[in-house]
Nanobody, 112 residues
């Protein structure tokens, strides 16, 4: 199982980023998938999830600003992040199913 995140970077407050997670080594389409983030000095925080039926779920802190989606043909999970805030700064992980496999993470830094 491999989950490889990309798309992180540094952005100004109010800016946007789109994270991607490319999956391999398992049948991507039959798993629910999530994004989890960890800010410096804090524990992991669940951000968003999408199930196999494309139903989506969001933490209150990102509701209305972030959009999760998936492309099963490309084995890829996405997270579109708009109206970014400094408190969104964290390492963002792509996570499979009941959080049994995690990617290596991609850093998102929101700063002026």
């Amino acid at each position: 199982v491999h989950l490889v995140e990309s798309g992180g970077g540094m952005v100004l407050p109010g800016g946007s980023l789109r994270l991607s997670c490319t999956a391999s080594g398992f049948t991507f389409s039959i798993y629910d998938m999530s994004w989890v983030r960890q800010a410096p000095g804090k524990g992991p925080e669940w951000v968003s999830a999408i199930n196999t039926g494309d139903n989506t779920y969001y933490a209150d802190s990102v509701q209305g600003r972030f959009t999760i989606s998936r492309d099963n043909a490309k084995n890829t999970l996405y997270l579109q992040m708009n109206s970014l805030k400094s408190e969104d700064t964290a390492l963002y992980y792509c996570v499979r199913g009941i959080h049994d496999f995690w990617g290596q993470g991609t850093q998102v830094t929101v700063s002026s």
